[in-house]
């Protein structure tokens, strides 16, 4: 994201991207939990547990190490388990296809 603008500096940037991020998840993990990451990753070709993931490749740029369990269970603020049996539901095996197609495509070996 450039805002191209003399008043917004690289701080106040990563300030807005940063407050954007947690707009996002804020959304997913507290208003839209009835969609699905199945849904998401099929129509858009990411998911929470690809913002989750993002976050954990983020850390390691900066030589930090958070595992894959860490990074989704700070981002879903519960661990995956528990999020799936709140939240979760069945997915239809067309879905299952889909999502299959979609993963190779969008994260490939990266999941």
């Not at 707009?23 to 993990?29: P, Q």
């Not at 900066?62 to 709140?86: D, L, P, V």
């Not at 939240?87 to 296809?97: G, L, R, V």
Request: net charge negative; hydrophobic share 35%; proline share 2%.
């Amino acid at each position: 994201m450039d805002f191209n603008r003399p008043d917004i500096d690289a701080q106040t940037q990563l300030e807005l991207e940063a407050a954007a991020f947690r707009t996002l998840r804020e959304h997913l993990m507290e208003k839209r939990t009835d969609v699905q990451n199945i849904d998401m990753m099929n129509l858009a070709g990411f998911c929470r547990n690809c913002l989750s993931r993002w976050v954990q490749e983020a850390a390691a740029e900066r030589g930090i190490e958070i595992g894959k369990e860490e990074a989704r269970e700070a981002y879903y603020g519960m661990t995956m388990e528990r999020w799936k049996s709140e939240f979760q539901t069945d997915a239809s095996p067309q879905k299952q296809e889909e999502f299959k197609k979609s993963f190779a495509e969008n994260v490939g070996d990266k999941g």
